[in-house]
């Protein structure tokens, strides 16, 4: 049951928060930006990028986000409908020359007009590739045009009515394009090893990168069957989507035959060539999921790839089953991108560690959200990365236990999005590969769970969503509907301001109490939403008050601006939490006029270390703490006789909240043994400690 509804007992007092108890004029810190490169963002080459999921020349302004929220919220696709529905792409490549950095060939489009007497369709293909004829039915000439990334042809006398199917055999050649330095999508050769393409266009706008090798309807929403037969030398193996039907040879090469009869969008369609090997089955025992790496690497591999059995077993336990009927890996120079069946991963991950694991399970998670289901348009990104985000959380959850689930969503998700400084919802977001659209959006299906309080009732939202719209196209307003049908209940209150709104709630709180007899005390807690963005929010939020007899937990939904909430307890309160578990994407102040303010908290407050979550902890811990001020920071873990045994963090740092992660390893990477550490915060001129206790 959602807990809107079904909010533990407390008396809500339907009275405006008072002077007394919070005051009205605290200054709400400005989010600062994250200053660190994240594990996960596209890699180029063996050099990351300096800000690869943030591009400056990919952000719009917001008053063209306004416009796009309201398209989308009317239902208004970018790209669909329009005058035909591509059918089936066959991709033939007769040469793949890396030497000349060209590809030969010709591609067969099937398509079903979707009006009377079809004069001409436009195809998007990179003026670079040069089209030499074009067929229709693969005999008859048709005459065409190609000005700037737009091939026009047109069907003369032959002109489709609706619902007539015809193909438009194009035959082109030449050097295909990317982003180029320091971008990520199109196609790229890598002498003398690879060539590869690459779905995603970071700085493009709209990012769609098929164009850049064949000639296509390069949008999110039409989605096709898809073919690839391409000729190579001897010593590589060419991967593409779906399954490989054969290979014929000759003295001098191979062609490979490939086929995927699932519908894909042209951003999703791949093909890499190279001289790959394949990790063992050993490694890989699901007969399902191949993985193709480059030479040399199999130590590597071994290690890199030895998780991916259990990333299946986890994904298809929380989403159903696997949707299609093959799973690859490639590596390639660049990654990492979820091509439709064969994910292209950076070789400069595989490294003979699980450090990357979090990226695989990403990419694989995206064959049910974002593959099988696919946003209608490049505004609803969040309905691929920000669900691909969430998986790594869940497989976190799966492979250890709830608790580290908990630390990684904290960390990885909460931390990322508050630390940003990004305010847009996850809808449109200015930024499409930024926080708003990969950690909030995974933060909102955090946060759903929190709301319905049903594991199975969750995991069954996110299994109806994938069933409805399953190897088709879906938008934000789809997602909401879908859920709020399984779970019974209009789900708007809860969605439209994380998806639509901005930023995220900044609950300001104070608390009292007072013997009311009988040994019970009644807990007064006031509560104000004091974020400087338009939107309010409407969430269950958990209060836990905190006694020397134990805990008690209460749940009272905050809808409005200020609002106060009362518990009885039956023992004397010591101290009171606001969303002790994390189930909500927020910053907490303490008002200073609440009991337990005082000097010593207010300066906490301008400078804190949190107590550590969990603790005593086996595996890893959070470290979270707040700065006033930017500057330098040092975060290490040290021993009983202060010797240092992990420099954790040293960086200069924005103000605002950070959280940061121990996983119980010193320097060397050595787990240590149990005992008692202490983390050390030293900025500003100031160091704060706390105590941390590691279990077996």
């Known amino acids: 049951m959602v807990r809107r509804l079904a909010a533990l007992s407390a008396l809500l007092i339907p009275l405006s928060l008072s002077a007394a108890l919070v005051p009205r004029a605290l200054a709400v810190p400005a989010p600062p930006v994250w200053p660190d490169e994240h594990p996960r963002c596209r890699l180029v080459g063996d050099e990351s990028l300096i800000n690869p999921r943030a591009p400056e020349a990919n952000a719009r302004a917001r008053t063209d986000r306004s416009s796009s929220v309201a398209a989308g919220a009317a239902g208004v696709l970018e790209g669909c409908p329009h005058d035909f529905d591509v059918l089936h792409y066959e991709l033939n490549f007769s040469l793949i020359d890396i030497n000349t950095l060209s590809l030969t ?6 398509l079903e007009s979707q009006v009377d007497a079809l004069a001409s369709i436009d195809l998007d293909l990179v003026s670079p590739l040069t089209v030499s004829s074009v067929l229709l039915e693969s005999v008859t000439p048709l005459t065409f045009s190609h000005l700037g990334d737009v091939l026009n042809i047109e069907f003369g006398g032959a002109a489709p009515d609706s ?16 982003e180029g330095a320091g971008g990520f999508g199109g196609f790229w050769f890598a002498i003398p090893y690879t060539a590869y ?3 995603v266009g970071l700085n493009a706008d709209p990012p769609s990168m098929g164009k850049t090798w064949f000639p296509c309807y390069d949008w999110p929403c039409d989605k096709a069957t898809v073919a690839l037969n391409a000729t190579t030398d001897l010593n590589k193996i060419v991967v593409s989507n779906g399954l490989l039907t054969s290979v014929d040879s000759t003295a001098t090469s191979q062609t ?3 086929s995927h009869d699932f519908p894909t969008s042209t951003y999703l369609i791949a093909m890499s060539a190279a001289r790959y090997r394949l990790v063992p089955n050993t490694i890989i025992t699901d007969p399902r999921i191949t993985v193709y790496h480059h030479p040399q690497m199999a130590n590597e591999s071994a290690a890199s790839f030895q998780n991916v059995d259990l ?35 950076a070789r400069t991950l595989v490294d003979s560690t699980n450090t990357y694991d979090s990226i695989l399970v990403h990419e694989m998670t995206h064959q049910w959200f974002g593959d099988c289901v696919t946003y209608g348009d490049w505004r609803d990104v969040w309905l691929s990365e920000g669900f691909a985000t969430y998986g790594e959380a869940l497989f976190v959850e799966y492979q250890i236990d709830l608790a ?11 931390g990322r999005v508050l630390s940003s400084g990004e305010t847009d ?17 995974g933060s909102v299906l955090h946060m759903l769970r929190g709301v319905l309080d049903n594991d199975a009732l969750f995991l069954q ?3 109806d969503y994938h069933t409805n719209f399953a190897y088709g196209n879906a938008v934000s307003t789809d997602f909401i509907a879908s859920a709020s049908a399984t779970v019974g209940q209009d789900l708007n209150w809860f969605f439209t301001p994380w998806v639509f709104g901005e930023g995220h709630p900044v609950y300001e709180y104070g608390w009292s109490y007072e013997d009311i007899g009988g040994g019970q005390y009644r807990v007064d807690v006031g509560v104000r939403q004091v974020q400087t963005t338009a939107s309010l929010f409407d969430l269950p939020v958990d209060f836990r008050v905190q006694t020397a007899g134990g805990d008690f937990d209460f749940s009272e939904q905050i809808d409005s601006a200020e609002q106060l909430v009362s518990f009885v307890v039956s023992a004397e309160p010591t101290g009171l939490l606001l969303d002790p578990d994390d189930w909500i994407l927020d910053v907490q102040q303490l008002a200073p006029t609440s009991v337990d303010y005082g000097p010593e908290v207010a300066a906490q407050q301008a400078f804190r270390l949190d107590v550590p979550r969990p603790n005593p902890f086996g595996l890893r811990t959070e470290l979270r703490y707040y700065l006033p001020e930017a500057g330098r920071v040092s975060v290490s873990i040290h021993d009983v006789t202060g010797r240092r045994v992990r420099a954790l963090d040293e960086r200069v740092e924005q103000a605002g909240p950070k959280s940061i992660t121990w996983d119980r390893r010193d320097d060397a990477g050595i787990k240590v043994g149990a005992g008692v550490y202490f983390v050390r915060l030293e900025a500003t001129g100031r160091q704060l400690s706390r105590k941390l206790v590691v279990i077996d």
């Open 105 to 110: 060939g010709n591609t067969i489009v099937r």
């Open 425 to 441: 919802g996850v809808y449109a977001a200015s930024n499409k590969w930024g926080p708003a659209s990969y950690e909030k959006g």
């Open 461 to 463: 939202v996110l299994r």
């Open 404 to 414: 580290a689930y908990h630390a990684y969503v904290t960390t990885a998700l909460f």
């Open 163 to 178: 619902g007539d199917t015809v193909s438009v055999d194009i035959a082109c050649s030449g050097t295909p394009t990317n």
């Open 311 to 345: 990333m299946m077993e986890a994904c298809e336990s929380y989403f159903g089953p696997y949707p299609f009927d093959k799973f690859a890996f490639m590596t390639t120079p660049i990654g990492d991108m979820e091509h439709q069946t064969c994910v292209s991963h």
């Open 256 to 258: 490979y035959h490939w």
């Open 197 to 199: 393409s690459m779905g």
